[in-house]
T-cell receptor, first 115, second 113 residues
Framework: QQQVKQSPQSLIVQKGGIPIINCAYENTAFDYFPWYQQFPGKGPALLIAIRPDVSEKKEGRFTISFNKSAKQFSLHIMDSQPGDSATYFCAAKYAGGTSYGKLTFGQGTILTVHP | DVKVTQSSRYLVKRTGEKVFLECVQDMDHENMFWYRQDPGLGLRLIYFSYDVKMKEKGDIPEGYSVSREKKERFSLILESASTNQTSMYLC????????????FGPGTRLTVT
């Protein structure tokens, strides 16, 4: 049972477009929500992260929007570039000291940005 | 820079073989994780370790075991490989006293025939 549900599975946009990837969760015991970016042949790498007491976080062209009441969060990529083509994963961390930073990941979104 | 290395990029094994996947991190991280990545399923946690010789099951531990004899090294063991264990295996490490960021290795593509 996937505790974090991610959509869409794949996404194609033109250069300059604003792709949006959505995630929803059920478990209210999550307290940290990161996004990871994975290029072909590489492991995922942390892109941006947010805590549930903040509704939005922006880093460069990447923005996370967080809706605590709806248990949803999304990644927006402004002015997307072909170099942003990658697989994106949302994730959630279990709260509590014994979680050891354990993450549960969404299913992933393959983003293609055409020139 | 944190570096997480995995022993093989590609591995082909036969059904029933015992398979060892090795992971080494060079940043003295406390926590280490093994995931498998499958299309449409994302990353699923197999096992993790929060200290030497300490381990906990993740979401899909069946058919796998792990070993952590040294802080920098975390091994994933497939006792008797099966075709449904054909997958990409990713190792990660973190130090939660500093941040929750997990640093991933490049992955091992395992094919079981």
């Amino acid at each position: 049972q996937q505790q974090v549900k991610q959509s869409p599975q794949s996404l194609i946009v033109q250069k300059g477009g604003i792709p949006i990837i959505n995630c929803a969760y059920e478990n209210t015991a999550f307290d940290y929500f990161p996004w990871y970016q994975q290029f072909p042949g590489k492991g995922p790498a942390l892109l941006i992260a947010i805590r549930p007491d903040v509704s939005e976080k922006k880093e460069g062209r990447f923005t996370i929007s967080f809706n605590k009441s709806a248990k949803q969060f999304s990644l927006h990529i402004m002015d997307s570039q072909p170099g942003d083509s990658a697989t994106y994963f949302c994730a959630a961390k279990y709260a509590g000291g014994t979680s050891y930073g354990k993450l549960t990941f969404g299913q992933g979104t393959i983003l293609t940005v055409h020139p | 820079d944190v570096k997480v290395t995995q022993s093989s990029r590609y591995l082909v094994k036969r059904t029933g073989e015992k398979v060892f996947l090795e992971c080494v991190q060079d940043m003295d991280h406390e926590n280490m994780f093994w995931y498998r990545q499958d299309p449409g399923l994302g990353l699923r946690l197999i096992y993790f370790s929060y200290d030497v010789k300490m381990k906990e099951k993740g979401d899909i531990p069946e058919g796998y075991s792990v070993s952590r004899e040294k802080k920098e090294r975390f091994s994933l063991i497939l006792e008797s490989a099966s075709t449904n264990q054909t997958s990409m295996y990713l190792c990660a490490s973190s130090m939660v006293r500093i941040s929750y960021e997990q640093y991933f290795g490049p992955g091992t593509r395992l094919t079981v025939t």
